[in-house]
C-alpha cells in the first residue's frame, strides 16, 4: 500500500521490483493538508502550530488532529487486511505516527528513507494510543 504520493508510489515500485505485488493506493496515507501553507516554507507553518491548538486547522487545511485522524483510518484499513504481511510506503510523518509512543507538536524530524517494522498487535497498540489522544488532542 502506498500513499497518492509520485515519490511514494515509486519507493513502493523500487522495493517491490520482481515480485508480482500489486500496488493499492490509500488516500488516508498522504502527507499532511497545509491549506494555505502549501507550497510555503515549513517555518511559516511551524511558527503557526506554535501559536494554535492541535485541533485548529491551518486554512483550507487540517487541524494536526484531522491528520492524525485520517493516519489512523489508513492504518485501521492495513489492520484490516487479510495477509499476513503488509508493506507501506508514506511520508514520513505518517510513519512515524505509529512508531512514536506520543504526536509530536511540531512537523519536523521525520526522517526520510527510515522503515520501521511493526507486528499486527503492535500497529493495533499504536493506532489505538493515536485514536484516544484524538479525543482529547493536547501536547
Known amino acids: 500500500m502506498a500513499s497518492r504520493a509520485l515519490r511514494a508510489h ?9 515480485r508480482s505485488v500489486r500496488i493499492e493506493v490509500l488516500d488516508e496515507l498522504g502527507d499532511v493538508q497545509f491549506g494555505a501553507f502549501d507550497g510555503r516554507p515549513l517555518a511559516e507553518y511551524r511558527e503557526w502550530i506554535e501559536a494554535h491548538a492541535p485541533a485548529d486547522a491551518a486554512p483550507d487545511g487540517e487541524s494536526r488532529a484531522e491528520t492524525l485522524r ?3 483510518r489508513a492504518f485501521r484499513a492495513v ?4 495477509e ?3 508493506f ?12 512514536d509512543e506520543r504526536p ?15 507486528t499486527r498487535r503492535e500497529l493495533q ?3 489505538e494510543r493515536l485514536e484516544r489522544w484524538c479525543e482529547d488532542p493536547s501536547w
Open 70 to 72: 485520517r493516519f489512523a
Open 10 to 18: 515509486e519507493t513502493a515500485e523500487i522495493a517491490l521490483a520482481g
Open 125 to 127: 497498540a499504536a493506532v
Open 104 to 118: 509530536r507538536p511540531v512537523v519536523a524530524g521525520a526522517p526520510y528513507g527510515a522503515a520501521g517494522q511493526l
Open 79 to 82: 489492520l484490516a487486511r487479510p
Open 88 to 99: 507501506v510506503v508514506a511520508h514520513g510523518l505518517t510513519i512515524r505516527a505509529v512508531l
Open 84 to 86: 499476513r504481511h503488509v
